[in-house]
T-cell receptor, first 111, second 111 residues
Framework: AQRVTQPEKLLSVFKGAPVELKCNYS??????LFWYVQYSRQRLQLLLR??SRESIKGFTADLNKGETSFHLKKPFAQEEDSAMYYC?????????????FGKGTKLSVIP | DSGVTQTPKHLITATGQRVTLRCSPR?????VYWYQQSLDQGLQFLIQ???????AKGNILERFSAQQFPDLHSELNLSSLELGDSALYFC??????????FGPGTRLTVT
C-alpha cells in the first residue's frame, strides 16, 4: 500500500531563513511525487511535481529514491510562503490515476 | 481560479440528516475526485468518477455515495450524518490524471 508521511504538522521559520518541508513515501512501484499548496482561504493547487524538475516560486524538491523522500526546499523564506503544504504520491491502478496525500505541514513565516 | 466549482460553500445540518454536495469540473475534464479534509486526518481520497463511471474508491463510508452525470457534474451524497462527518469536502477534476484541479470546497458542519 502507498503512504505519504509529513512528520511536521507545523513549521515556523523567520523571513529570509531556509525552509525544508519533509516528505517521505512508501510505495512498491515507481513513484510520482507532487507538492500541493493551499494558501489561506484559497483552494489547493499544484506547486510542483518531481518529473518536471522545475523551480516554482523559488521552491525545489528532489526525489531521493534511496531515502524514499521528496523534501521541499527554499533557500530564503518569504512571508507570502505561509500556507499549508501537502506532499502527494501519484499512482496508476485498475484503470485510474490517484493521489495519496500526506497530512500536510503548515508553514508559518515570521516577519 | 481553477475552473472547478462547488456548491454550496457552507452547509449546516443536524445529525441523522442527508445532504448533497455538488461539483462541476473544468471544461473538458472527464475525471472527478472527491476528498474529505479534516483536522486530524488531513486530505482523504473518497471516490473517483471518470466519464460517468466509478473508477476508484478510497476511504468512503457506506453512508456516502456519489455519481457523475452525463454533463460530467458530480454529486456526493452523505446520509445518516454524524458529528464526525463535519469536514471540508473538496472535489477535483483532471484531464491528464496527475494534475488535479481543486474546487473551493464545501464546509459541512453537523450539529
Amino acid at each position: 500500500a502507498q503512504r505519504v508521511t509529513q512528520p511536521e504538522k507545523l513549521l515556523s521559520v523567520f523571513k529570509g531563513a531556509p525552509v525544508e518541508l519533509k516528505c517521505n513515501y512508501s510505495y512498491s512501484g515507481s513513484p510520482e511525487l507532487f507538492w500541493y499548496v493551499q494558501y489561506s482561504r484559497q483552494r489547493l493547487q499544484l506547486l510542483l511535481r518531481h518529473i518536471s524538475r522545475e523551480s516554482i516560486k523559488g521552491f525545489t524538491a528532489d526525489l531521493n529514491k534511496g531515502e524514499t523522500s521528496f523534501h521541499l526546499k527554499k533557500p530564503f523564506a518569504q512571508e507570502e510562503d505561509s500556507a499549508m503544504y501537502y506532499c502527494a504520491l501519484g499512482y496508476s491502478g485498475a484503470g485510474s490515476y490517484q493521489l495519496t496525500f500526506g497530512k500536510g505541514t503548515k508553514l508559518s513565516v515570521i516577519p | 481560479d481553477s475552473g472547478v466549482t462547488q456548491t454550496p460553500k457552507h452547509l449546516i445540518t443536524a445529525t441523522g440528516q442527508r445532504v448533497t454536495l455538488r461539483c462541476s469540473p473544468r471544461s473538458g475534464d472527464l475525471s472527478v475526485y472527491w476528498y474529505q479534509q479534516s483536522l486530524d486526518q488531513g486530505l482523504q481520497f473518497l471516490i473517483q468518477y471518470y466519464n460517468g463511471e466509478e473508477r476508484a474508491k478510497g476511504n468512503i463510508l457506506e453512508r456516502f455515495s456519489a455519481q457523475q452525470f452525463p454533463d460530467l457534474h458530480s454529486e456526493l451524497n452523505l446520509s445518516s450524518l454524524e458529528l464526525g462527518d463535519s469536514a471540508l469536502y473538496f472535489c477535483a477534476s483532471s484531464a491528464l490524471g496527475y494534475e488535479q484541479y481543486f474546487g473551493p470546497g464545501t464546509r459541512l458542519t453537523v450539529t
